[in-house]
């Protein structure tokens, strides 16, 4: 399709295991952004990629979080340690080049929910 | 620090009338722009409209308008003509003119279109 594409959809792990979440952007768009939602609430930023780096990563919560854009398409969000407060939608947005002044639209997926038992 | 405040957490409204969605928001930045999206039951959020702070005019799009108040900094969501489809959460939401989406969100309203 040509929306943003996030897989697993759904993902349950025990506590203290590592979990991997994938971004799939729209063809052609250089950013990306990952945002964390938990029940109840509206998304909270965790970090946004410009092509391949990482230009802000001040959402992440610590240092079990990391994420990656390798080539500057995919994007990889990775957990290590799993808590279970860590449980939440994870949701994956891009939008087409960033401009001085950002009046675009972000183009998010259905999102990965993450279940910590 | 940015935030917004969504005091509505449930609308309901007949289809066919029109339904506003109060926002109210706090910054310290001089120039940020103001955001609503739609979040239907599949998940995935839809960005519905946007106005920037120094914009005169009020935004709309289609049956969306944005009734942007700012000396009360108020972004009111105005859903005209409500349909069936319209039924999900709100949600409003800012950011400074950096140049990217890092975006503050409000926990949202839910709106029910009745028949």
């Known amino acids: 399709g040509a929306g943003v594409s996030q897989t697993p959809s759904n993902k349950v792990t025990e506590k203290g295991k590592y979990v991997e979440l994938r971004c799939d952007p729209i063809?052609?768009?250089?950013?990306l952004y990952w945002y964390r939602q938990s029940l109840g609430q509206g998304p909270e930023f965790l970090i946004y990629?410009?092509?391949?780096?990482?230009?802000?990563d001040s959402g992440l919560p610590n240092d079990r979080f990391f994420a990656v854009r390798p080539e500057g398409s995919v994007s990889t969000l990775k957990i290590q340690r799993t808590e279970r407060g860590d449980s939440a939608v994870y949701l994956c947005?891009?939008?087409?080049?960033?401009?001085?002044?950002?009046?675009?639209?972000?183009?998010f997926g259905e999102g990965s929910r993450l279940t910590v038992l | 620090a940015q935030k917004i405040t969504q005091t509505q957490p449930g609308m309901f409204v007949q289809e066919k009338e029109a339904v506003t969605l109060d926002c109210t928001y706090d910054?310290?930045?001089?120039?940020?722009?103001l955001f609503w999206y739609k979040q239907p039951s599949s998940g995935e959020m839809i960005f519905l409209i946007y106005?920037?702070?120094?914009?005169?005019q009020n935004a709309t799009e289609g049956r969306y308008s944005l009734n942007f108040q700012k000396a009360r900094k108020s972004a009111n969501l105005v859903i005209s003509a409500s349909q069936l489809g319209d039924s999900a959460m709100y949600f409003c939401?800012?950011?400074?003119?950096?140049?990217?989406?890092?975006?503050?969100f409000g926990t949202g309203t839910r709106l029910l279109v009745s028949p």
């Open positions: 947005a891009s939008s087409p080049f960033r401009r001085e002044v950002d009046t675009g639209e972000l183009f």
């Open positions: 063809s052609g768009h250089t950013a």
């Open positions: 990629f410009q092509g391949t780096g990482a230009a802000d």
């Open positions: 910054t310290s930045d001089p120039s940020y722009g």
């Open positions: 106005q920037g702070s120094y914009d005169q």
């Open positions: 939401a800012m950011n400074s003119n950096t140049g990217f989406q890092k975006l503050v």
